[in-house]
């Protein structure tokens, strides 16, 4: 078994200094923290795998597939593989818990 903190994870990624900090990888899932500060730019790209975002603090909008939606604290995103999506209007420092099934390729 594996059992991780979110605030013991945002500060191994910010010491990293990087967005994204992958923290577990099997087969068949990857899951990471993903953190964008309020004003910045998400320049992801689409993924081969089915992605679920766990907005675990901050506000902004999502765009999936040109449809718009408010996000916050709490909100659940799923976005199919290879669909086109980023946040943005970020007006609140951003930390999501991002989960990959199968396990991602490396093509962000």
Do not use: C, W
Not at 52 to 71: F, K, P, S, T
């Amino acid at each position: 078994m594996h059992t991780y903190h979110v605030n013991e994870l945002q500060q191994e990624r910010s010491q990293k200094a990087k967005l994204y900090l992958e923290f577990l990888r099997v087969p068949s899932l990857s899951a990471g923290l993903y953190e964008l500060a309020a004003g910045s730019d998400d320049l992801q790209q689409p993924h081969n795998e089915d992605e679920l975002y766990y907005v675990v603090n901050g506000q902004a909008n999502i765009r999936v597939a040109g449809e718009d939606q408010a996000v916050s604290a709490g909100s659940i995103i799923y976005v199919p593989a290879n669909v086109e999506h980023r946040f943005h209007t970020i007006t609140a420092d951003l930390s999501l818990l991002v989960f990959f099934a199968p396990a991602e390729t490396g093509n962000e």
